[in-house]
């Protein structure tokens, strides 16, 4: 399954609501994740199952779809969320989505 | 406390072979379905493979880009999972992550690095 993420990157100013989208090459339902990974680090999941926030991440994140068709949110970006965000997909054998660099304006 | 150590990168000739270890404790590693994720320097997240425990039969799925020259195995008496890879290639350049589950991965090694040059 082909996983197509966008933008590939972005800039935004601290505050703003930033999204991101995900789309799977065939039906997923709603077996998708997404992640945070800073440089030199593992991956940090932050939402599993399309839209569930993972335990002890700020709310701040989001996540929505089913199907083939998912998207990210973060409602107020904090400079801290400056990383390269990943969405995955576990319907069938797992794949990760292009990833999207987000960085501060 | 979950922890995952990885171990066993280098620089690998191509066409060789390297194996990497992933050390476990923290948890029944029998119990778990253990993964191997990979990135190229620069790149995306790419999904090398996993193995299932026992209780799903300690079956083993992989990525079409690795198929047939990587393997991964467990020995759940050290709860160590293992990558062995074989015939390797310069584009099998990366840090190898090792991760509990498949789906839903909450935890994470800190990554090897392999490079794979002549």
């Known amino acids: ?105 | 406390e979950v922890q995952l150590v990885e171990s066993g990168g280098g620089l690998v000739q191509p066409g060789r072979s390297l194996r990497l270890s992933c050390t476990a404790s923290g948890f029944t590693f029998a119990d778990y379905t253990m993964s191997w994720v990979r990135q190229a320097p620069g790149k995306g997240l790419e999904w090398v493979g996993f193995i299932r425990s026992k209780a799903y039969g300690g079956t083993t799925e992989y990525a079409a880009s690795v198929k047939g020259r990587f393997t991964i195995s467990r020995d759940d008496s050290k709860s160590i999972a293992y990558l062995q890879m074989n015939s390797l290639k310069t584009e099998d350049t990366a840090v190898y992550f090792c991760s509990r589950d498949w789906g839903r991965v909450v935890y994470w090694g800190q990554g090897t690095l392999v490079i794979v040059s002549s």
Do not use: H
């Open chain 1, 1 to 105: 399954i082909q996983m197509t993420q966008s933008p590939s990157s972005l800039s935004a100013s601290v505050g703003d609501r930033v999204t991101i989208t995900c789309q799977a090459s065939q039906d997923i339902s709603k077996y998708l994740n997404w992640y945070q990974q800073k440089p030199g680090k593992a991956p940090n999941l932050l939402i599993y199952d399309a839209s569930n926030l993972e335990t002890g991440v700020p709310p701040r994140f989001s996540g929505s779809g089913s199907g083939t068709d998912f998207t990210f949110t973060i409602s107020s970006l904090q400079p801290e969320d400056i990383a390269t965000y990943y969405c995955q997909q576990y319907d069938n054998l797992p794949s990760f989505g292009g990833g999207t660099k987000v960085e501060i304006k």
